[in-house]
């Protein structure tokens, strides 16, 4: 797409806008925004690069249209902020501090209540390969589109920013609509959100995030949402209001997107996910794999969910085992974030925790672990008993599978 073809496209957001409010979550508006942000013309949204900003200006003009009000810079929706990141991440054998700049999008909706809510999603991704296409370094050098990782949570924060401006009733809390950049280098986007909130902290009520909803399979209707144990009214609220999905309820507030930075801040979370699949973090995540309808239902469930929350002044924070809703207390962890969803043998990694025991021995995300110590693990439930097993301190060799080729790990719990 070319410049004057992006015009065209940002243009064509105010006949967008102009269309009533349930039909947000209309497919077609979906698929528009998705393809938009996954074209090439993107580069895959690296942090920092040209592609990022115009995936910005995008969401920052969508923004404008629906008159949320700027929390942005000089009265705009961008905030900018800086950050360092380790090149080791791309695999070189040396580590480089490499200082960029970010920028995250957002604005609010302001109902004149005392609670503001926070709907995100992070819209960076990979670049051409640069940012961490760490499971294949032949894809280096082709462009990530990143549909599912995460245009799909961008178009979602689109429409329900669409929705709420546009339904008849004021909601009872205030909303902030916030599109992070950094996810991918680490979290940075949130993070440095989190300590410039554009609200006090005390009068955030709880955030929302969505993190890859486009892959939703349409037969088991799958749909993962962790967070569920940071706020003790979630999981009725989860129920209540569920009738298309099969849950698959996690919860812990901490998790690979940028909740994990609302939480750690005392502040309620959700994450919603539909799961891995194999095109994860390659130039294979296009926007013709979505599953729009999918993704459409989770956006209208989210609203049942917040509706939900009206009825209640302010939710609950509780701080939440990290591991999983039935997991007893281990003396030992691994830091580690499972693949909840992979069927496939082992224990696959989402993502490992810096300066815990996983990240200390050298696992990384995309790692499948295979065997810990002298037990097999072949799920969730094997990497439990394993853990129930061990002391601080307990030295055990790690077996897993990177990239086909099998591996040991030195690594002390
Ligand atoms: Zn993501």
Redesign the pocket.
């Known amino acids: 797409m070319k410049f004057q073809a992006i015009l065209v496209t940002i243009i064509s957001i105010i006949c967008f806008h102009s269309v009533e409010a349930q039909e947000s979550f209309e497919v077609e508006y979906l698929k528009r925004d998705v393809y938009f942000l996954a074209s090439e013309e993107m580069e895959g949204r690296g942090t920092g690069t040209k592609g990022e900003a115009m995936a910005a200006d995008y969401l920052a003009a969508s923004f404008k249209m629906l008159s949320l009000t700027p929390v942005g810079v000089d009265n705009s929706y961008i905030m900018p902020f800086d950050f360092k990141y380790s090149t080791k991440m791309h695999g070189s054998e040396e580590s480089d501090l490499i200082s960029t700049t970010g920028k995250n999008v957002a604005g609010f909706l302001d109902n004149g209540a005392e609670y503001t809510i926070v709907i995100g999603a992070?819209y960076d991704?990979l670049a051409k390969g640069e940012f961490g296409s760490s499971r294949a370094p032949n894809l280096f050098g082709q462009i990530h589109f990143?549909a599912d990782?995460?245009a799909s949570?961008t178009s979602g924060v689109l429409a329900l920013a669409n929705y709420y401006v546009k339904n008849d009733k004021k909601e009872a809390f205030n909303i902030l609509f916030v599109c992070f950049s950094g996810?991918?280098l680490g979290l940075h986007g949130s993070k440095k959100f989190v300590e410039r909130l554009p609200v006090a902290k005390e009068k955030i009520n709880y955030m929302v995030n969505m993190?890859?909803i486009g892959r939703m399979k349409p037969d088991s209707k799958t749909l993962v949402v962790t967070g569920i144990g940071s706020a003790k009214e979630w999981d009725s609220l989860l129920i209540a209001n569920n009738k298309d999905f099969a849950l698959v309820k996690d919860s812990s507030g901490i998790g690979?997107?940028d909740h994990s930075s609302f939480y750690l801040a005392g502040i309620p979370v959700l994450n919603f996910f539909t799961g891995q699949h194999s095109d994860y973090h390659t130039p294979g995540d296009t926007p013709d794999k979505i599953n729009y309808e999918g993704q459409s239902d989770i956006l209208k469930y989210i609203t049942r969910i917040v509706s939900g929350t009206e009825q209640i002044a302010k939710l609950n924070y509780v701080q939440t085992v990290n591991k999983g809703s039935d997991t007893p207390r281990f003396k030992v962890t691994m830091g580690v974030m499972p693949d909840y969803t992979w069927q496939d043998g082992g224990l696959r990694l989402d993502g490992v925790t810096v300066d815990k025991p996983a990240a200390n021995a050298g696992l990384k995300a995309g790692d499948i672990v295979l065997q810990i110590g002298d037990s097999k693990v072949d799920n969730i439930q094997d990497y439990m008993k394993v853990l129930g097993k061990h002391e601080k301190g307990d030295k055990v060799k790690v077996k897993i599978k990177r990239e086909g080729k099998e591996m040991l790990l030195d690594l002390q719990f």
Do not use: I, K
């Open positions: 992070h991704h990143g990782d995460n949570g996810e991918e993190d890859m690979a997107s």
